[in-house]
């Protein structure tokens, strides 16, 4: 299983950014697909899911109203749109999938995002 994801780079409060997690190396047909970050010195920190069929998703508390998760047509690829982007969301950003059948998780490298002017 391969996870890789990218969009990451500095932008300034207030703006926006859309990081996409590509998947592969997996046929379940039943999966969900999460972010996570780590901002410096804290511990990480669930950003949101959604499912593979893309009609169940969820958001931490911190980014409710502000970011928001998708799936492409082929459901391999997730997206994580972040808008009204504020200086603690500075963080490296972790894509990873949950196997519902096995329960095995696998995560991405990361990428890192940083909201400065």
């Known amino acids: 299983v391969q996870l890789v994801e990218s969009g990451g780079g500095l932008v300034q409060p207030g703006g926006s950014l859309r990081l996409s997690c590509a998947a592969s190396?997996?046929?379940?047909?039943?999966?969900?697909m999460r972010w996570y970050r780590q901002g410096p010195g804290k511990e990480r920190e669930f950003v949101a899911l959604?499912?593979?069929?893309?009609?169940?998703?969820n958001y931490g508390d911190s980014v409710k109203g502000r970011f928001t998760i998708s799936v492409d047509n082929a459901k391999t690829t997730v997206f994580l749109q972040m808008s009204s982007l504020k200086r603690e969301d500075t963080a490296v950003y972790y894509c990873?999938?949950?196997?519902?059948?096995?329960?095995?998780?696998?995560w991405g490298q990361g990428t890192q995002v940083t909201v400065s002017s």
């Open positions: 990873n999938v949950l196997i519902t059948e096995t329960g095995s998780v696998y």
């Open positions: 190396g997996f046929t379940s047909s039943t999966y969900f």
């Open positions: 959604i499912n593979n069929d893309g009609d169940v998703t």
